[in-house]
């Protein structure tokens, strides 16, 4: 029988949609990224893009298929089921805007439950001016006044959005059901619940490798809009001290994740509780457990299996950061 290793290292899995960028290739090392790159799967076990083991002793294995042979040795205790990976992880590099959209949530009583997508975006680079559009103005937030607005004038879609602008450090949470849309010149890291399922409103009149424009899903999209969510704001994060643990800091902690962000050497516990997603942002990192040892530089991501009861980063000279995601 297999055992899990400490440590799991995926290949990426790349997305080449319209509105991609080019700064993920240079910026973390990357190779064989297509044009435009506007997305970098790191951790999932989605049907739509099944991570698969780089290397080590479970070379090959998709993460979906590691999930139905170790349950909750590499999921945890915490995780809502042991047979599905709870969370998706992403690099998002948006050149142009995304489009105006929504996702599942309980609002549309037709929506299937596992397609709920709470997310969060944290903000690794934001040019001049991004916009970052998150939440509907008091003006139109019902129903029907959103419904006469995409009829009427869907352009001014984007006008009837909160805007807010990005700084890089900060982190903003989408729940399920809440408008958006990233704006151009972000580069973000993204934390998600296992989903795949979007709906768009509005895609600023844009036209796809087609050349026709792509679609626009209003119907269902207007059933899954939380009419109830104010608009989220901007978090940076804070000091949170962990016994035994040097001080790190958290950045976002949910009904569905925790981020928290280390700049120095740190032991951490998983004990069962909970597999942990590591992210460099920064950096070269050493992570050690069980006598094994994984070197990481910046923008890779290393998955922690539940079981493992403790392990230790630390990193290799100043300016170092490196996220951590526990249920």
């Known amino acids: 029988m297999n055992k899990l290793p400490p440590f799991l290292r995926f290949r990426p899995i790349y997305r080449d949609y319209l509105w991609g960028g ?22 999932s076990a989605h049907q739509d893009g099944d991570s698969v083991v780089a290397d080590g002793p479970l070379a090959g294995r998709t993460l979906s298929a590691l999930t139905a042979e ?25 050149r142009q805007a995304l489009s105006v959209q929504v996702h599942p949530s309980p609002a549309d009583h037709t929506a299937d439950p596992a397609e709920y997508k709470n997310e ?12 970052i559009y998150a939440g509907i103005t008091p003006e139109i937030a019902t129903r029907d006044a959103l419904a006469d607005l995409a009829s009427s004038a869907p352009r001014a879609l984007a006008s009837a959005l909160v805007r807010h602008t990005p700084r890089a450090g900060e ?61 989220p704001r901007f978090v940076a994060p804070h000091p949170l001290s962990q016994p035994g643990a040097t001080q790190g800091s958290l950045c976002l902690q949910t009904p569905y994740f925790t981020i928290l962000e280390f700049g120095a050497a740190t032991e951490r516990h998983p004990a069962g509780s909970s597999f942990e997603a590591l992210f460099v942002k920064s950096g070269t990192w050493r992570a050690e457990a069980k006598g094994a040892t994984a070197t990481l530089g910046a923008g890779d991501s290393l998955l922690i299996p539940a079981e493992c009861q403790k392990y230790r980063l630390t990193p290799d000279g100043q300016n170092a950061a490196i996220l951590v995601t526990t249920l």
């Open 22 to 43: 080019d700064r993920i290739a240079p910026r973390y090392g990357r190779s064989a990224t297509p044009t435009p790159c506007a997305e970098s799967w790191e951790i």
């Open 70 to 94: 170790f349950g909750r040795d590499l999921l945890g205790t915490r995780a809502p089921s042991a047979s599905r990976f709870p969370l998706l992880f992403k690099i998002i590099d948006a």
């Open 120 to 131: 969060c975006w944290h903000i690794l680079d934001a040019e001049p001016g991004t916009p």
């Open 171 to 231: 982190t903003l949470y989408i729940p399920a059901g809440l408008v958006h849309a990233i704006g151009a010149g972000a580069l973000i890291y993204e934390v998600q619940q296992n989903s795949n399922t979007t709906y768009r409103l509005y895609d600023w009149d844009r036209r796809g490798p087609d050349g026709k424009p792509r679609a626009l899903h209003f119907d269902a999209a207007l059933r899954s809009i939380d009419f109830s969510l104010p608009p």
